[in-house]
C-alpha cells in the first residue's frame, strides 16, 4: 500500500512542532510540574495541540502522550502514536538531544514514522517496507556482527521498576555489549540505530508513544524490532537491532 500521503502528513506535523518549540520554548518550555522522575512542561502540550492540528485531516484516531487519558483511540487499527517533545529535560535543562516524533501503527504493527531532531534540525522519516531517509537521504542499520563489538542504547523510564531484582536482571542484559549509552531521549536512540551509529536499543516498561516512531524507522532501515507489553497501560518492553544478532 502506498503510504505516501501519510507521510507527507506525520513529516509536516513532526517540523511544524519542531518549529513551534525551537521558536517559542527554547528559552523557556514552561514547567508545569516535576514530581519524581517526571516532568511536564507547556511546550510538550502546545506541540502536542499542533501535531493534533496537522493530523486532524486524516481522520484516523491518535494516542499521544499529553492527552491519552482523553483519548478512546482503537489502537486495534490504524492510529497515530505521538510523542510531541521527548526528552522534555534535557529540552529544559538545554542538552541537545531531544525530537519530535509521529508515527503510524497499525493495530501492534508500525507502518511508518516522522522524526525531527531539533538541535540538528534534520528530518527522519521512514516507511516499512520502502526505506527510511534523513532529510531525503537513505538510512541503514549497521552490520556489526555480535554484542561483543556493540553499542546499545536504553534507558530508565519514569515509572520503571527500579527494586534490586529488577536492577540486577537489567544489568545481566546488558552487560555482553562492548558500550552502553543512555542519551534521555528514547526517539534519537532509535533513529541512532536506524542510521547506524547505534546496533541496538533495549527500554522496559517504556511508553509506546515514546518509541513508536523510533521502531518503525529501524525496521524500515533493514533492522528488526520486538515489541512486548509492559507492566501497565500503553507500556511496553521495546527491544531493536541491526538485524544480525539479538539481544
Request: charged letters at 20%; aromatic letters at 8%.
Amino acid at each position: 500500500m502506498n503510504w505516501s500521503t501519510e507521510l507527507q502528513r506525520a513529516s509536516h506535523a513532526a517540523t511544524k512542532a519542531a518549529t513551534l518549540l525551537m521558536t517559542s520554548f527554547a528559552s523557556d518550555a514552561g514547567i508545569d510540574h516535576a514530581r519524581g522522575h517526571d516532568i511536564k512542561t507547556r511546550a510538550d502540550v502546545a506541540a502536542e495541540a499542533c501535531i493534533k492540528e496537522c493530523l486532524a485531516p486524516s481522520n484516523i484516531p491518535m494516542l499521544a502522550e499529553e492527552t491519552c487519558g482523553e483519548c478512546d483511540a482503537d489502537t486495534t487499527g490504524l492510529h497515530w502514536l505521538v510523542d510531541p517533545l521527548d526528552g522534555t529535560m534535557n529540552f529544559v535543562r538545554g542538552l541537545p538531544v531531544c525530537a519530535v516524533s509521529v508515527a503510524l501503527w497499525e493495530g501492534n504493527r508500525p507502518i511508518l514514522g516522522a522524526v525531527y531532531d531539533l538541535w540538528r534540525h534534520q528530518l527522519y522519516t521512514g516507511c516499512c517496507g520502502q526505506g527510511a531517509w534523513c532529510d531525503g537521504e537513505p538510512i541503514h542499520v549497521s552490520s556489526i556482527p555480535d554484542r561483543g563489538q556493540a553499542i546499545l542504547a536504553t534507558g530508565f523510564p519514569t515509572d520503571r521498576d527500579y527494586g534490586h531484582a529488577a536492577l540486577e536482571q537489567f544489568i545481566h542484559r546488558i552487560q555482553a555489549f562492548k558500550k552502553i549509552r543512555m542519551l534521555g531521549s528514547a526517539t534519537l536512540s532509535l533513529v541512532f540505530v536506524a542510521n547506524g551509529t547505534f546496533d541496538a536499543y533495549f527500554e522496559e516498561d517504556i511508553m509506546l508513544w515514546d518509541v513508536a516512531a523510533g521502531l518503525a524507522l529501524v525496521a524500515a532501515a533493514g533492522g528488526e524490532i520486538e515489541v512486548q507489553a509492559g507492566s501497565f497501560k500503553h507500556a511496553v518492553t521495546a527491544t531493536a537491532t541491526n538485524g544480525i544478532f539479538s539481544i
